[in-house]
């Protein structure tokens, strides 16, 4: 079920930064890579921007868009990649905060038949090339 996949995928991701303080969570180690927190979050966007918008659901915090854009221009803004490790805000709490509910809203779409099961894929098959960034980053 895809479900269960989606939810063991998002939960690989938030288990490989476990050990990270905030801080940690926060560094950038050279501008080509991109620090655990925004890989956390940018994640959760690209759910958020990919399968739960086209259904007409709002977004949990628009303002995220232009900060875990990755490269997307036809979306919208975004922060260099080079920049990523200056954002401060939001929290690392506030990452897990928004991730937890968006994961609730995929997963209830997910078991109302409403979320289209080729973008989750998608989406989940992009979260993993995440997982080896950050490991490698």
């Not at 956390?40 to 739960?52: C, D, G, Q, Y």
């Not at 995220?64 to 990649?81: E, H, K, M, Q, T």
Request: hydrophobic share 40%; aromatic share 8%; with cysteine.
């Amino acid at each position: 079920m895809l479900v269960n996949r989606f939810e063991r995928v998002r939960a690989r991701t938030v288990d490989l930064c476990a050990s990270l303080s905030p801080e940690d969570a926060q560094l950038q180690s050279m501008p080509d890579a991109s620090p655990a927190k925004w890989h956390l979050a940018h994640t959760t966007w690209f759910f958020e921007a990919f399968v739960l918008e086209p259904l007409g659901i709002a977004p949990e915090r628009a303002e995220y868009a232009a900060l875990f854009n990755s490269y997307y221009d036809a979306i919208g803004p975004r922060v260099d990649r080079a920049r990523r490790g200056q954002l401060s805000r939001p929290s690392l709490a506030d990452v897990h905060a928004y991730r937890a509910a968006i994961d609730r809203r995929i997963c209830g779409a997910l078991s109302e038949g409403r979320a289209d099961d080729t973008l989750v894929e998608l989406g989940l098959q992009h979260e993993e090339q995440h997982q080896e960034l950050i490991l490698t980053d």
